[in-house]
């Protein structure tokens, strides 16, 4: 009661001197003490994965290290030797002897554009909620429960995909997008129908762009407003148009894309924004324009002659800052003949593919010849070509690299390239692409060697155990009837026991 009438006078005090001040004591003494606990969180203690007798490919090899122990802690790779103690309450994954290779990245995945009729199917056929759908089943099922555990996206806008993801509420890869591509009208982004009206092209009124997976603009303050708009909703880099393109209705490959100016803005926005430009073309002119203007990603590129590839190569061994991108599979398969090319292609079309896959194998000779810092991307997107993804990775080896090298595109390379993004990284605290101290826990183990065997990848009961984030995806080391065994059919999330 004596208490009670201190803290009502301390109150009335208070509020006659003005002086909230007052008050701090009074209730205070009113509350008692607080215990020292109430002032920080208890620290969570980190969970610790030890894997013993595992036998790296560090993402850029081309040996394996033999014998090796690797340390996760939490989402990352803490430790790598011979003899690691194991922590307290760790839990051990025996390898007994299998390689481990670093999550794949695929550096050119179209994560909303996989309704079975490819890119033009959201004109008439698909919403954006079917579009969503179809990317997040293959998200998990087509990718990450097979081992890609990233996907540079680049071109459309899955960005809110990503940000699911990366909560925990998804499964699926971790993704790296550019948002929607930057393309002039009648450009390789253009996938508005023929006929549509020009006051709806004008507002963004036909799907793809309504849908914010590409944009059509004309001028560079148009190409500043689009390219802002990506940035501003998290995209990581910028894709623009450099030429004419396959998939695409009005551009034939000979084409130019956006002009001098328009391309000079773009890469100046990025650069002002810590990271990139990629680029879509397939000629010379294409491609050293944006030499000249400073874009640092080339994708495709496989009707430019050798004396542009010398330059590039020049430029990279001078300045480490640009890459070639090899869309592998696409161009030797799919563009392989006017019979292989998919279905859902028109006459046009499937001859522009034709050309495209002429070119694709003596590009990647000339790469190869000279040196060029290459990355590997899929391109394939729609039911039916999404499924068969790794195959790009072994039709690197089909085109003249080893499977080690092929193996480097898309792990270590890529791993570097997706920290160009600078600030604009969504996953800047470690390294990825690699088996590395202070890396992501993004590792596979494989039962056998792809480093000699790259086929062996195809293999879906070859790969044992898929971690991406520290988290287990799939767990077939153990036996079927242990309780931390997890085939590839059980997502994990992030609220879950990493096991």
């Not at 006659?16 to 003494?29: E, F, H, K, N, T």
């Not at 560090?58 to 040996?63: S, T």
């Not at 002429?358 to 999404?386: E, Q, T």
Request: glycine share 10%; with cysteine.
């Amino acid at each position: 009661m004596q208490m009670r009438l201190s803290r009502l006078f301390a109150m009335f005090v208070a509020i006659v001197l003005g002086s909230a001040v007052a008050i701090l004591p009074s209730l205070l003494m009113a509350a008692g003490p607080a215990p020292a606990k109430a002032a920080a969180k208890e620290k969570k203690k980190p969970i610790h994965i030890l894997f013993t007798n595992v036998n790296i490919f560090n993402g850029f090899g081309p040996a394996l290290q033999r014998g090796m122990s690797v340390l996760v802690e939490n989402n990352y790779i803490k430790e790598i030797g011979k003899n690691i103690k194991k922590p307290a309450g760790a839990y051990v994954v025996d390898g007994k002897g299998r390689t481990m290779t670093p999550g794949l990245i695929d550096m050119h995945q179209h994560v909303m554009l996989n309704p079975p009729e490819g890119t033009a199917a959201y004109q008439s056929r698909w919403d954006d909620a079917a579009g969503g759908a179809f990317a997040m089943h293959h998200l998990n099922h087509s990718m990450l429960m097979k081992g890609i555990t990233t996907v540079r996206d680049i071109a459309g806008d899955p960005l809110d995909v990503a940000k699911a993801i990366d909560m925990g509420y998804l499964p699926g890869p971790r993704i790296y997008s550019a948002g929607g591509a930057i393309s002039q009208t009648g450009g390789h982004g253009d996938f508005a129908a023929r006929n549509t009206p020009p006051e709806d092209l004008a507002n963004h009124h036909d799907m793809s762009q309504s849908t914010q997976n590409t944009w059509v603009v004309d001028g560079p303050d148009e190409v500043t407003k689009a390219v802002r708009l990506n940035l501003r909703r998290g995209a990581a880099f910028i894709k623009v148009m450099g030429g004419g393109g396959v998939a695409s209705e009005f551009d034939p490959l000979e084409i130019m894309g956006l002009a001098e100016d328009e391309v000079k803005r773009a890469v100046e926005i990025a650069k002002d924004n810590g990271t990139y430009v990629a680029v879509h073309a397939y000629h010379d002119k294409s491609y050293n324009r944006h030499l000249d203007l400073g874009t640092r990603s080339f994708e495709h590129g496989f009707l430019i002659s050798e004396p542009t590839v010398k330059r590039m190569v020049q430029r990279y061994k001078k300045s480490k800052d640009i890459v070639w991108s090899f869309q592998c599979f696409m161009s030797i398969n799919s563009f392989g003949s006017y019979e292989s090319m998919p279905a859902f292609f028109t006459h046009e079309q499937k001859v522009k593919g034709v050309k495209v896959g002429k070119g694709a194998r003596n590009a990647a000779k000339m790469m190869k010849k000279h040196g060029m810092f290459i990355v590997g991307g899929s391109d394939m997107f729609s039911p039916g070509l999404v499924e068969r993804i790794k195959e790009d990775l072994t039709c690197n080896v089909k085109a003249g690299f080893t499977p080690a090298q092929a193996l480097k595109h898309w792990t270590g390379n890529a791993g570097i390239v997706l920290k160009w993004s600078g600030p604009k990284d969504p996953y800047p605290t470690y390294k990825l692409g690699t088996i590395a101290k202070n890396a992501y826990a993004d590792i596979l183990l494989w039962d056998g060697d792809p480093t000699k065997n790259i086929d062996l990848i195809l293999d879906e009961s070859k790969l044992n155990f898929v971690m991406k984030d520290g988290l287990v995806y799939k767990n077939t080391v153990v036996e079927g009837d242990h309780p931390h065994f997890r085939p590839a059919k059980a997502p994990n999330t992030r609220g879950q026991y990493p096991l």
